[in-house]
Each structure stands twice: as C-alpha cells, then as structure tokens.
C-alpha cells in the first residue's frame, strides 16, 4: 500500500490512478492529520510526501516520522516545489529515502517508487546448513556434499532436513511418519528404515552421521 499525502484534491487522484493502473494499491490523504491517524490502524510500504502542506508541513511530518521508533522505518519520498532547493535537501538530511520536483510526471514518481522499495526491502537471505563439506539450502532444496550435488527425494530431502534442525535429538518412528509423512505410525512398515538406508548412502561419509537409536529412532549424530 502506497500512500500519498498531498492537499491539492486534483493532484492527489492523478498519483492515485498512476499507482492502482500500475499494480499497486494507494491511498490518498490530504494533510497531516488524516495521515497520522491512520498510522494509528495500519502503515504503508511506502509514502509519497508533499512539502508544502496546510497546518503540519511534509518536513515536520517526516521529522515526527522519523523520532517514533513506530513509524521511521517507512520508506518516505518528498514532493517538492521547483526551485526548493532548501526543503529538498533538508529532507534527505532528516531521513527521506528520495525526492520528487513539482511538476513531476506520473511515471517518474511510480519509476521512483518501485527503485525505492527495492533498495529499502530487505534482501532475503538463502536458508543453508553448512557444516565441513556438506552444503544444504533448503530454500532451493539442493544438496552438495563434498561439491558434488546429491540429488534427494521429496521424502528424503524432509528427513534430512527434520535431522539437521535439531541434531542430536533422537525421533521416534512415530514423530518422523507424523512429521515427514504427516501420518499416523505405519506399525511394521519398512518405508522408514528403506528411505533412511538410501538417505546414508547418499550421503556418503556423512550418512553415518545418521545413527540408529535402538527401540527409539534415529537423529542426527550431535557435535562433540
């Protein structure tokens, strides 16, 4: 949800229609007031502030934006006058994100939005185990060891990734078919005991890393 805070009525539509024909949902507001008080409800991905606004002006809304441990992690982009050389850079010494000159085409300011919630959203992190030579990534669902990409089944890939979250927990067949295979415990069934034989021999070297817990389960052998 982008916001924009602008009082000229006309304006404020336009910036609207740019960012809903563009794929975004906005929201339009006219001074500081209104906005606040619906900061109180939700907050936006991103704000599109104008300068030269009635009663509360678009710098002392930035500035009380960005003293409230709340609010100042909100992306905020200052609309300002031509020739307003002073607001502009006041702005972005008090935190705004980017800057806008009046009058400024629709386009640039969705083009400018988009970059900014680029650089502002935090880049997402690879999930992996690593440890010696053995490389899991669970969001690719890849496994290497010694290099070597070691291609997992779906079952396979969810014990080893059971295992590995908790090693040295000892899991019963019980908690591994109602974990893995989100059932109930197959009484005498050989799928557990076959998946994790191939599990170990995947794995080369570290499969022995998968130690049988007699009259239990099995578990991922704990560092020493």
């Known amino acids: 949800m982008i916001w924009c805070?602008?009082?000229?009525?006309?304006?404020?539509?336009?910036?609207?229609?740019?960012?809903?024909?563009?794929?975004?949902?906005?929201?339009?507001?006219?001074?500081?007031?209104?906005?606040?008080?619906?900061?109180?409800?939700?907050?936006?991905?991103?704000?599109?502030?104008?300068?030269?606004?009635?009663?509360?002006?678009?710098?002392e809304i930035l500035e009380k934006m960005k003293q409230s441990e709340e609010y100042k992690q909100i992306p905020v982009i200052m609309a300002t006058a031509k020739g307003q050389e002073y607001d502009k850079i006041k702005g972005l010494d008090m935190g705004a994100d980017d800057y806008l000159v009046k009058p400024f085409g629709m386009m640039e300011m969705v083009s400018r939005v988009k970059a900014v919630l680029r650089r502002c959203k935090p880049e997402k992190k690879s999930a992996v185990y690593e440890k010696e030579g053995l490389r899991v990534n669970y969001d690719e669902r890849t496994v290497f060891v010694d290099g070597a990409r070691v291609l997992l089944t779906y079952k396979e890939f969810e014990l080893l990734r059971l295992f590995l979250s908790h090693e040295g927990m000892a899991y019963t067949r019980e908690q591994l078919f109602s974990q893995v295979w989100d059932c109930d415990y197959m009484g005498d069934s050989r799928t557990l005991d076959m998946h994790i034989r191939t599990l170990r021999q995947k794995l080369g070297d570290y499969g022995r890393k998968i130690e049988t817990i007699r009259n239990i389960g099995y578990r991922w052998e704990a560092e020493r």
């Open 5 to 59: 805070v602008e009082d000229d009525a006309s304006i404020r539509d336009i910036e609207i229609y740019a960012l809903t024909s563009t794929g975004f949902e906005a929201r339009g507001f006219s001074d500081g007031l209104q906005f606040f008080q619906a900061l109180k409800e939700e907050q936006p991905e991103l704000v599109v502030l104008d300068v030269m606004l009635p009663e509360m002006d678009g710098i």
